[in-house]
């Protein structure tokens, strides 16, 4: 049963920004930390950014630092990917994971996954 939903994808031009959201109803998963990882086509899932529970500690790729910004709002049980500076190479399905911690970053550390959200940067 899924029960993180993710939201906000679409299409976009490089350069310009997206922000994605994902919720969990009531307070499941409220005290586990949050990461998102994305999928390109006939690519590994790879890690973006995570952020703890309480939200004072987050993470990032190197490939995304600087340009994306994980963040939470715990009363609402929701957390967000602010996207921008967006190229082409961001282009892949992103999914919300629920977690131990916002160090890990392999996929098989995240037990609680979205469906997916597709962001796709044209040239």
């Known amino acids: 049963q899924v029960q993180l939903v993710e939201s906000g994808g679409g299409l976009v031009q490089a350069g310009g920004s997206l922000r994605l959201s994902c919720a969990a109803p009531?307070?499941?998963?409220?005290?586990?930390?949050k990461a998102w990882f994305r999928q390109a086509p006939g690519k590994e899932r790879e890690f973006v950014a995570a952020?703890?529970?309480?939200?004072?500690?987050?993470n990032y790729a190197d490939s995304v630092k600087g340009r994306f910004t994980i963040s939470r709002d715990n009363a609402k049980n929701t957390v967000f990917l602010q996207m921008n500076s967006l190229k082409p190479e961001d282009t892949a399905v992103y999914y919300c994971?629920?977690?131990?911690?916002?160090?890990?970053?392999?996929?098989?550390?995240?037990?609680?996954w979205g469906q997916g959200t597709q962001v796709t940067v044209s040239e």
């Open positions: 952020i703890e529970w309480s939200g004072d500690r987050t």
């Open positions: 009531g307070r499941t998963f409220s005290n586990y930390a």
């Open positions: 994971a629920a977690g131990p911690s916002a160090s890990a970053r392999h996929q098989t550390d995240w037990a609680h």
